[in-house]
């Protein structure tokens, strides 16, 4: 079973307007949350971070939101630039218990910002 | 330092043939991961390094798959009798696992297509 989900596979936005991706978890273990964005033919690059502690980390354009209680989280990016277009992954990790420090990767949602 | 970099970038090979894949992780970094992104989803876990020490493997495919960090310096993945089933992205990532965060650093990745 998933225990990271991204339910959209893809999103279009507007360029200056605010794009919003969402990522749910469904381990209550997760205590450290991370968004990858990737290129094609590229590694994942990392972009911003959350700990379980938080319910908010910005970064310039990027924000993330953490709703543990409804295992949620958000990236939101503002104002959204051409350059954004790329496939957003999120990911989680386990602190306790087997396999500490992997990261669990969900299936990614395409962003694509229209000039 | 330039970052995570992956040796080769891209295989093709015959069915039954076994491959080897370098990752030079970030210098500083103590951990070294190995992850497997098929197409349409995100980067499945397969085994990690602390320093020269293999924590964890059994997330590793099948006894066909093999990694080593000798010096705990570089890595290899190491595919034997490959199937057409292995065909994917074989990513490398570098980073520190710490209590407060867990942000890893992936190469380029490696391409394999097994024909």
């Known amino acids: 079973d998933q225990q990271v989900k991204q339910n959209s596979p893809s999103l279009s936005v507007q360029e200056g307007r605010i794009s919003i991706l969402n990522c749910d978890y469904t381990?209550?273990?997760?205590?450290?949350f991370l968004w990858y964005k990737k290129y094609p033919a590229e590694g994942p690059t990392f972009l911003i971070s959350?700990?379980?502690?938080?319910d908010k980390n910005e970064d310039g354009r990027f924000t993330v939101f953490l709703n543990k209680s409804a295992k949620h989280l958000s990236l939101h990016i503002v104002p959204s630039q051409p350059g954004d277009s790329a496939v957003y992954f999120c990911?989680?990790?386990?602190?306790?218990?087997?396999?500490?420090?992997?990261?669990?990767f969900g299936k990614g949602t395409k962003l694509s910002v229209k000039p | 330092d330039t970052g995570v970099s992956q040796d080769p970038r891209h295989k093709i090979t015959k069915r039954g043939q076994n491959v080897t894949f370098r990752c030079d992780p970030i210098?500083?970094?103590?951990?070294l991961y190995w992850y497997r992104q098929t197409l349409g989803q995100g980067p499945e876990f397969l085994t990690y390094?602390?320093?020269?020490?293999?924590?964890?493997k059994s997330r590793l495919l099948s006894d066909r798959f093999s990694a080593e960090r000798p010096k705990g310096s570089f890595s290899t993945l190491e595919i034997q009798r490959t199937e057409q089933g292995d065909s994917a992205m074989y990513l490398c990532?570098?980073?520190?696992?710490?209590?407060?965060?867990?942000?890893?650093?992936f190469g380029p990745g490696t391409r394999l297509t097994v024909l």
């Open positions: 210098s500083e970094h103590n951990r």
């Open positions: 390094f602390q320093n020269e020490a293999q924590l964890e």
């Open positions: 959350i700990s379980s502690i938080k």
């Open positions: 990532a570098s980073g520190f696992d710490t209590f407060m965060g867990n942000e890893q650093f």
């Open positions: 381990n209550s273990m997760f205590d450290y």
């Open positions: 990911a989680a990790r386990r602190r306790y218990g087997g396999s500490q420090g992997n990261l669990i």
